[in-house]
């Protein structure tokens, strides 16, 4: 949209307006960081071991030995059963007698029986979770798992519909809405009755959540000039998401149960947003789609006088009328597959955004299960995305795009897998491989976004970046079932995350460079797939000849 930057470009890169824009809309991301993760504090699993009712008249004796030992996955050490129990009744008869367990009575002998009274849970760390609240424990703890899936799910149909309605209504309406909502929803589960109640009240925090962080995302990119909307993109709302990470932890820590944490998590949003509706205008890019000139022209000169800046008498009116031919092609997910060309480009990145949203969030929801404070870890899991973002944006700015994504993928597949060859009493050295695992997939995250958006053309970078989107949350959703190995090894998660990201690395040597290249306006400008490591020029071949041909008729002021 080169003529929308000449016209703007009377207004700078970086006046009070645009500062104002970049900061606000920053803000509001944060809560994406603390509500989005708040499942690793709200549905943790502290220690537990079946109910031995106090009515029983057992003595200390029997009632420490009612709960027989196993051998622990994690440490194959032996520990306390947490889904059976001794058969109460024979031990009940074995106290009566006086005789005495181990020395009168070898337990083994004695049948088990499942927790039927319940579960005793650990509250040393926890006052109460949602799974202490509704046991989702043994039998039934793969509801935990699938409260996470289920929040991602609402986050993948978010996803869908955001980009819709912020095309149809407006990206700041949309922006208020979804802030609206993922603080509302927020504070209704505190009052979830069940496990069913708060799983639907979570699908519809994750639509908010997703929404909030998209329309802030296209707002800040519409509104800004070239050089800060680069920042804005790679660096900006991922290091205020992290902010909003890092406040988690600091928020757990003091509110140990989780009804009032979520009403601490969705309280400030009710504080902020208010305000920031008279500061935050609307996109005049889509202003102007919609041939709402006048509105576009009233915030450019209102910027203009925040900049303290004379602007033109006319801005737009010559621009709009490209615009308005502009919308005559409409584009929509199936031209990301029609052409053999746009189509391998695409399935490549979907696999690359699949597989980076399976080991971020996969990482990120671990953090509860790692040695040593969960408060800890999990601050410690935010602060590493500081740098990580930090360094997404150097490399961007320059290096080569695909030796980049190659580079952060591989390096955090390896780290993943090195964690296996820890042993077991290392535990620090562990988590510190960890840790380094999540650094360089935060990074590689942050760097195929962008990069996503300077493949694709013009004609089709919004709906090319919305099907990416997509593609991510359906990793999102079963990253939780990748934590959930853990009970069955502990080391399978590690090994089929770090296989799967190191895999990703070779895969997205495939893709075109675009750095240092021009973004290409239609289907036809895109690279040849796969890419090669010298930057080339581009050769249409006779159908792409036709296909721009075609697009470039259509887009002819008649």
Same mark, same amino acid.
């Given at each position: 949209?080169?003529?929308?930057?000449?016209?703007?470009?009377?207004?700078?890169?970086?006046?009070?307006?645009?500062?104002?824009?970049?900061?606000?809309?920053?803000?509001?991301?944060?809560?994406?960081?603390?509500?989005?993760?708040?499942?690793? /504090?709200?549905?943790?699993?502290?220690?537990?071991?079946?109910?031995?009712?106090?009515?029983?008249?057992?003595?200390?004796?029997?009632?420490?030995?009612?709960?027989?030992?196993?051998?622990?996955?994690?440490?194959?050490?032996?520990?306390?059963?947490?889904?059976?129990?001794?058969?109460?009744?024979?031990?009940?008869?074995?106290?009566?007698?006086? @005789?005495?367990? %181990?020395?009168?009575?070898?337990?083994?002998?004695?049948?088990?029986?499942?927790?039927?009274?319940? @579960?005793?849970?650990?509250?040393?760390?926890?006052?109460?979770?949602?799974?202490?609240?509704?046991?989702?424990?043994?039998?039934?703890?793969?509801?935990?798992?699938?409260?996470?899936?289920?929040?991602?799910? %609402?986050?993948?149909?978010?996803?869908?519909?955001?980009?819709?309605?912020?095309?149809?209504?407006?990206?700041?309406?949309?922006?208020?809405?979804?802030?609206?909502?993922?603080?509302?929803?927020? /504070?209704?589960?505190?009052?979830?009755?069940?496990?069913?109640?708060?799983?639907?009240?979570?699908?519809?925090?994750?639509?908010?959540?997703?929404?909030?962080?998209?329309?802030?995302?296209?707002?800040?990119?519409?509104?800004?000039?070239?050089?800060?909307?680069?920042?804005?993109?790679?660096?900006?709302?991922?290091?205020?998401?992290?902010?909003?990470?890092?406040?988690?932890?600091?928020?757990?820590?003091?509110?140990?149960? @989780?009804?009032?944490?979520?009403?601490?998590?969705?309280? *400030?949003?009710?504080?902020?947003?208010? *305000?920031?509706?008279? /500061?935050?205008?609307?996109?005049?890019?889509?202003?102007?789609?919609?041939?709402?000139?006048?509105?576009?022209?009233?915030?450019?000169?209102?910027?203009?006088?925040?900049?303290?800046?004379?602007?033109?008498?006319?801005?737009?009116?010559?621009?709009?009328?490209?615009?308005?031919?502009?919308?005559?092609?409409?584009?929509?997910?199936?031209?990301?597959?029609? &052409?053999?060309?746009?189509? @391998?480009?695409?399935?490549?990145?979907?696999?690359?955004?699949?597989?980076?949203?399976?080991?971020?969030?996969?990482?990120?929801?671990?953090?509860?299960?790692?040695?040593?404070?969960?408060?800890?870890?999990?601050?410690?899991?935010?602060?590493?995305?500081?740098?990580?973002?930090?360094?997404?944006?150097?490399?961007?700015?320059?290096? &080569?795009?695909?030796?980049?994504?190659?580079?952060?993928?591989?390096?955090?597949?390896?780290?993943?897998?090195?964690?296996?060859?820890? *042993?077991?009493?290392?535990?620090?050295?562990?988590?510190?491989?960890?840790?380094?695992?999540?650094?360089?997939?935060?990074?590689?995250?942050?760097?195929?976004?962008?990069?996503?958006?300077?493949?694709?053309?013009?004609?089709?970078?919004?709906?090319?970046?919305?099907?990416?989107?997509?593609?991510?949350?359906?990793?999102?959703?079963?990253?939780?079932?990748?934590?959930?190995?853990?009970?069955?090894?502990?080391?399978?998660?590690?090994?089929?995350?770090?296989?799967?990201?190191?895999?990703?690395?070779?895969?997205?040597?495939?893709?075109?460079?675009?750095?240092?290249?021009?973004?290409?306006?239609?289907?036809?400008?895109?690279?040849?797939?796969?890419?090669?490591?010298?930057?080339? *020029?581009?050769?249409?071949?006779?159908?792409?000849?036709?296909?721009?041909?075609?697009?470039?008729?259509?887009?002819?002021?008649?």
């Amino acid at each position: 949209m080169a003529d929308y930057e000449a016209a703007t470009s009377f207004l700078g890169e970086w006046g009070r307006f645009q500062q104002q824009v970049f900061f606000l809309l920053c803000l509001s991301i944060i809560p994406n960081g603390y509500i989005g993760l708040s499942v690793v /504090f709200v549905a943790d699993t502290p220690p537990h071991r079946c109910l031995i009712p106090d009515h029983l008249n057992l003595s200390a004796a029997w009632r420490n030995s009612s709960i027989p030992l196993e051998e622990d996955n994690h440490s194959s050490q032996l520990v306390l059963s947490k889904c059976s129990r001794y058969n109460l009744q024979d031990v009940l008869n074995y106290s009566d007698r006086g @005789w005495l367990p %181990g020395v009168d009575v070898n337990l083994s002998d004695v049948a088990k029986e499942s927790c039927l009274d319940g @579960w005793e849970y650990d509250h040393s760390v926890y006052i109460s979770t949602i799974t202490t609240e509704w046991d989702l424990v043994c039998d039934n703890r793969w509801k935990n798992p699938l409260t996470s899936s289920i929040y991602f799910c %609402g986050v993948f149909a978010g996803s869908f519909i955001s980009g819709q309605f912020s095309d149809r209504y407006g990206r700041k309406i949309v922006l208020f809405v979804a802030m609206a909502v993922q603080s509302v929803f927020t /504070f209704i589960q505190v009052f979830s009755p069940s496990w069913s109640v708060f799983c639907a009240m979570f699908f519809v925090t994750g639509m908010g959540q997703i929404s909030n962080y998209v329309a802030a995302f296209v707002l800040g990119t519409e509104i800004l000039g070239p050089r800060v909307r680069t920042i804005y993109s790679t660096a900006g709302a991922s290091l205020f998401f992290a902010v909003g990470y890092m406040l988690l932890p600091l928020f757990g820590y003091f509110i140990r149960d @989780w009804r009032m944490l979520l009403l601490g998590l969705s309280l *400030p949003g009710f504080l902020l947003y208010v *305000p920031f509706w008279w /500061f935050i205008p609307e996109s005049p890019r889509w202003l102007l789609s919609q041939g709402r000139v006048e509105e576009a022209e009233a915030i450019m000169r209102d910027a203009a006088k925040r900049n303290k800046i004379e602007p033109p008498p006319v801005i737009f009116s010559p621009l709009q009328k490209e615009l308005q031919c502009e919308k005559r092609k409409a584009y929509n997910i199936c031209d990301l597959l029609r &052409s053999r060309n746009i189509r @391998w480009i695409s399935v490549t990145l979907w696999l690359l955004w699949n597989s980076v949203a399976i080991a971020y969030f996969a990482l990120s929801l671990n953090t509860a299960n790692l040695h040593g404070n969960a408060y800890f870890n999990c601050f410690v899991s935010a602060v590493v995305e500081l740098p990580a973002y930090t360094l997404s944006w150097v490399m961007f700015r320059w290096c &080569s795009r695909r030796l980049s994504l190659a580079s952060t993928f591989f390096m955090g597949g390896l780290f993943l897998l090195f964690i296996q060859l820890i *042993p077991a009493n290392l535990t620090y050295l562990a988590t510190t491989l960890e840790m380094m695992g999540k650094f360089a997939v935060t990074t590689a995250f942050a760097i195929v976004y962008a990069y996503t958006a300077e493949i694709y053309p013009t004609v089709v970078r919004n709906t090319a970046l919305g099907a990416c989107s997509m593609a991510s949350r359906i990793g999102s959703v079963v990253a939780p079932y990748f934590i959930y190995l853990r009970s069955y090894s502990i080391s399978l998660p590690y090994i089929l995350m770090g296989s799967i990201t190191a895999l990703s690395g070779l895969l997205s040597l495939l893709l075109p460079e675009s750095y240092g290249m021009p973004l290409p306006d239609t289907i036809a400008h895109m690279q040849h797939f796969p890419g090669c490591c010298q930057k080339t *020029p581009y050769t249409l071949t006779n159908t792409e000849e036709k296909e721009n041909a075609g697009e470039k008729k259509s887009q002819v002021v008649p």
